[in-house]
């Protein structure tokens, strides 16, 4: 794979969503939110680029840490919401229900967070703030790109 703009590898593109993700928790936008949703939903695919119509084939001595990992997120609820959003946009569409999506401007109790500033947007997913969903996906990611040798 080769990459764009030196992009080059998943723990390159770990390394660009981590700083995605910063961006996006200084200063919440729509903008950023496109920004950390593409590669949060693709960083899977450079894991493990066989996809899904290969795990069928696969037995369980097959399975290798990039085949769990990819296993892991498909399962995992906050991947899911994830991907129907990111799907939703990929689409242009804003079909469904599922994941019910909202946005509030300025301090929440329940949502503000050590260091949010008082007018911040908020991005819910069911309810939730979108940073729960980030940051679950993003220690699973993590726990993954951790254990490549340098």
């Known amino acids: 794979m080769t990459g764009v703009y030196g992009i080059n590898s998943p723990k390159k593109l770990f390394e660009h969503l981590k700083r995605k993700v910063s961006i996006y928790s200084e200063n919440p936008t729509d903008e950023y939110l496109t920004d950390v949703l593409f590669p949060l ?3 899977r ?4 680029p066989d996809g ?3 795990l069928n084939k696969l037995s369980e001595t097959q399975r290798t ?3 769990l990992l990819y296993e892991d997120l498909y399962i995992m ?7 129907s959003l990111f799907n939703k946009a990929k689409h242009f ?6 994941p019910a999506m909202a946005s509030v401007q300025n301090a929440r109790a329940g ?4 260091g949010d500033r008082l007018d911040r947007k908020y991005h819910l997913v069911d309810g939730r703030d979108i940073r729960e969903c980030f940051s679950a996906v993003m220690k ?3 726990a993954y790109i951790d254990e490549i040798p340098e």
């Open 52 to 54: 899904y119509k290969q």
């Open 140 to 142: 699973r990611y993590k």
């Open 41 to 43: 939903i693709h960083l």
């Open 93 to 98: 569409n804003d079909k469904g229900s599922y």
């Open 77 to 83: 609820p906050e991947f899911k919401m994830m991907l």
């Open 65 to 67: 840490r990039e085949v």
């Open 111 to 114: 949502l503000m967070r050590c």
């Open 45 to 48: 695919e450079w894991v493990y």
